[in-house]
T-cell receptor, first 114, second 112 residues
Framework: EAQVTQNPRYLITVTGKKLTVTCSQNMNHEYMSWYRQDPGLGLRQIYYSMNVEVTDKGDVPEGYKVSRKEKRNFPLILESPSPNQTSLYFC?????????????FGPGTRLTVL | GENVEQHPSTLSVQEGDSAVIKCTYSDSASNYFPWYKQELGKRPQLIID?????GEKKDQRIAVTLNKTAKHFSLHITETQPEDSAVYFC???????????FGTGTKLQVIP
């Protein structure tokens, strides 16, 4: 089954404790992206990647890191989480074939930073 | 950078009526405008999209119109049904796969 998976789905942590949220897709998509969703603010792009070893900042990259060492994986790293990073996080992927731009979203990760 | 404004933030319609959600964007270089539907507790899913070389696109009960001169685009849902109740997001980007800016969302309630 074609899908985007994220782990963990729920995470409660404390300020300053490094964490990684994994994202994996099995559709051989070149493009992957991370978003955070907050009430009243919609979806805001954190980082995106056009291909392996190619990443770029979205609108809210501060406090986050990403890497794209393999095509299927795009982990989101919070080196020193703070309470303002409490949010719902979505990973998404898309095929770069020039005919379809559909982004497929993962199920989301709800992060709480105390 | 790009700024996308979406209105209204909430919309209630009677079943069978039409619903219209409007978005404006600021960057004239944006050329790809998708709409996503997010049901409660679920992930966003693409429902329709339009590129800047097209003025209107339809898919059954949903349609999107684009006015490049005014830099706004709209989602039209006809013959609304209770299952259309959800939050709808518009978005804008350049090239379709690069930096994507979303609107703040519209919560649509269809009253049976």
């Amino acid at each position: 089954e074609a899908q985007v998976t994220q782990n963990p789905r729920y995470l409660i942590t404390v300020t300053g404790k490094k964490l990684t949220v994994t994202c994996s897709q099995n559709m051989n998509h070149e493009y992957m992206s991370w978003y955070r969703q907050d009430p009243g603010l919609g979806l805001r792009q954190i980082y995106y990647s056009m291909n392996v070893e190619v990443t770029d900042k979205g609108d809210v990259p501060e406090g986050y890191k990403v890497s794209r060492k393999e095509k299927r994986n795009f982990p989101l790293i919070l080196e020193s989480p703070s309470p303002n990073q409490t949010s719902l996080y979505f990973c998404a992927s898309s095929l770069l074939d020039g005919s379809t731009d559909t982004q497929y979203f993962g199920p989301g990760t709800r992060l709480t930073v105390l | 950078g790009e700024n996308v404004e979406q209105h209204p933030s909430t919309l209630s319609v009677q079943e069978g009526d039409s619903a219209v959600i409007k978005c404006t964007y600021s960057d004239s270089a944006s050329n790809y405008f998708p709409w996503y539907k997010q049901e409660l507790g679920k992930r966003p899913q693409l429902i329709i999209d339009i590129r800047s070389n097209v003025g209107e696109k339809k898919d059954q009960r949903i349609a999107v119109t684009l006015n490049k001169t005014a830099k706004h685009f709209s989602l039209h849902i006809t013959e609304t049904q209770p299952e259309d109740s959800a939050v709808y997001f518009c978005a804008a980007s350049k090239g379709g796969y690069q930096k994507v800016t979303f609107g703040t969302g519209t919560k649509l309630q269809v009253i049976p």
